[in-house]
């Protein structure tokens, strides 16, 4: 089972919005997150619901496969739309008992409801369309002008890659332990919430002990090979802002001007 | 020959800062390594010969004594970089010497942590790559291969610094015997090519095609010289509780059997060789 978990939610492709440059893309995300709050009205989210559809044609990951990423939030979603509609005060238009559904109140809890569903599907295109290493990649060139005022930019970007790669390492170690614990009479599957959070400080601890161990390995291997901070390091990888690049950048400023314009307008 | 490797008295000691004790792993070492050639070292767990890798590219620094690398001293850390640059070293463990979860941006983080440029940097990493025999799995990600497989793209990352020197640290350790049979073929192709290889082992069986056999006991080397010369001194080895390899017992056996064939016998086909011209002499 260990053997095939994804990491994050990358959706392997080889689109358009696959090669676009990580850092055009985190940008956009970011400025299609502040469109939303920019947006107050049903045309605004009209054309940021467009927009983020022909995304997702163009980068041909299936609907299904973002909609799965939908489903944990669905809870919070669910919430804040109840919360909305039987808090916001106004023109009553049903009412039962202490409960009074507003006007008002289901404008806004329509509207809440649709901003966060685009945000979270906006902000998943990101990560779905987008290798983990290429995006630490991003962030790492987007903060290091930073790095002048003793910004940490390469640590983090160093401290994301490694994480990465030992997600996989760290999850075998612990199937390793819990088996070689359940073969000597361990349970970790009967028994309620308490017992079995209880059944599992036994396989936590060896997990930091082998953590540690392996930390000091990789840093011995690290040093060995000439690993000595962000100063000076090349990349094989070189970033360089290709056409399609500049082209994607340039319909996003569009698209947000087009925001800016409306949300004036109406 | 020249010298690329020279060790002068050197002592270790391990600082156990919680008892105040400390624990002599290296007690007074002197060897000289030549350009080029294959030098096993061989040892039981706490011989010692762990520790010696570890001086050899400035892991760890001497107690007292000295080690040069290409005539720069480990302990100056001005040069330090150069050293490990000149002697790259391979561990025991594939899975913690692994630092980027795709197969190529791992090879390549040895390069760009010397600068190289980006295009020199594609090149030596397929290079490495296919010197290797990795090639095709260069956009993988090294959780799903296999150990043999991890540690042969913990080689080419090595390979692409390129180094003069590679130390194994019991690169076989955890491997099967197919992964085993991989990594010493590579090991030797890598000798062909002209870089000095230091290999430590526990296993007899890998030493065998080295050109110098080194057996380190407590800390210190008890015998030095080619393979032949080393293994005719069995009861040596054997007195220091280690193995000899199998052709060599079986060579003892069968001279304590009035057999006469000759010492010094390694390696399988040799002795099938003198056994049968044992057998039409007769």
Redesign the interface.
């Known amino acids: 089972m260990i053997?095939d978990i994804t990491?994050g939610q990358y959706y392997p492709g080889d689109s358009l919005i696959h090669k676009l440059d990580p850092r055009v893309k985190i940008i956009a995300t970011l400025l299609f997150i502040i469109e939303l709050f920019i947006v107050d009205n049903f045309i605004g989210f009209a054309i940021c619901g467009a927009v983020l559809a022909a995304v997702i044609i163009v980068s041909k990951v299936p609907l299904s496969f973002i909609m799965r990423g939908l489903k944990p939030i669905l809870f919070i979603l669910f919430f804040t739309f109840a919360l909305n509609i039987f808090m916001v005060k106004g023109e009553v238009i049903w009412s039962w008992g202490i409960l009074h559904i507003t006007k008002e109140g289901v404008r806004i809890a329509v509207f809440m409801a649709i901003r966060l569903v685009l945000l979270i599907i906006g902000s998943s295109m990101l990560t779905l369309a987008t290798k983990?290493?290429s995006l630490t990649d991003g962030i790492e060139r987007l903060l290091s002008p930073l790095a002048r005022f003793g910004f940490p930019s390469h640590e983090i970007a160093m401290m994301m890659?490694?994480a990465?790669?030992f997600i996989?390492?760290l999850l075998?170690e612990t199937d390793k332990i819990m088996k070689a614990q359940q073969a000597r009479g361990a349970d970790f599957e009967t028994g309620g919430l308490m017992k079995r959070a209880k059944a599992l400080i036994p396989v936590l601890v060896p997990l930091f002990v082998s953590a540690f161990?392996?930390a000091q390995?990789?840093a011995?291997?690290?040093?060995?090979?000439?690993?000595?901070g962000g100063d000076?390091?090349?990349?094989?990888?070189?970033m360089k802002l290709k056409k399609r690049d500049f082209i994607a950048f340039a319909l996003e400023a569009i698209f947000l001007a087009i925001v800016i314009i409306e949300a004036r307008m109406f | 020959m020249e010298k690329i490797i020279t060790i002068d008295n050197l002592i270790f000691e391990y600082a156990h800062s919680e008892e105040h004790s400390r624990q002599l792993a290296l007690n007074d070492v002197n060897l000289d390594i030549y350009a080029g050639s294959f030098t096993a070292i061989i040892g039981k767990n706490g011989s010692g010969k762990s520790t010696l890798a570890k001086n050899l590219n400035g892991l760890l620094i001497p107690t007292s004594g000295v080690v040069y690398v290409d005539g720069y001293d480990t302990a100056d850390d001005d040069t330090i970089w150069e050293i490990r640059q000149r002697a790259g070293m391979v561990f025991q463990n594939p899975d913690n010497q692994l630092v980027s979860s795709i197969v190529e941006d791992d090879v390549a983080f040895g390069p760009e942590n010397l600068g190289v440029e980006p295009a020199e940097i594609r090149r030596r990493v397929d290079k490495a790559l296919e010197d290797v025999n990795m090639g095709k799995y260069k956009n993988k990600a090294p959780h799903l291969l296999s150990g043999g497989q991890k540690q042969r793209i913990a080689i080419a990352g090595v390979v692409a610094m390129k180094p003069d020197i590679i130390i194994f640290d019991e690169p076989t350790a955890m491997l099967d015997p197919k992964g085993r049979k991989e990594i010493m073929k590579i090991i030797a192709e890598l000798h062909e090519e002209g870089i000095t290889v230091i290999l430590i082992t526990h296993f007899m069986e890998e030493v065998i095609d080295a050109d110098r056999v080194i057996i380190m006991h407590d800390g210190n080397v008890l015998l030095d010289g080619t393979p032949e010369e080393v293994f005719s001194k069995a009861d040596i080895i054997k007195g220091a509780n280690l193995e000899v390899p199998l052709m060599v017992e079986l060579g003892d056996r069968l001279r304590a059997q009035g057999i006469p064939v000759p010492k010094g016998i390694i390696k399988e086909e040799e002795m099938v060789k003198a056994i049968c011209q044992l057998k039409s002499q007769n």
């Open positions: 053997r990491l983990p290493l890659t490694i990465l790669r996989p390492t075998e161990r392996i390995d990789l011995m291997a690290m040093e060995a090979r000439c690993y000595r000076g390091r090349t990349r094989m990888h070189e």
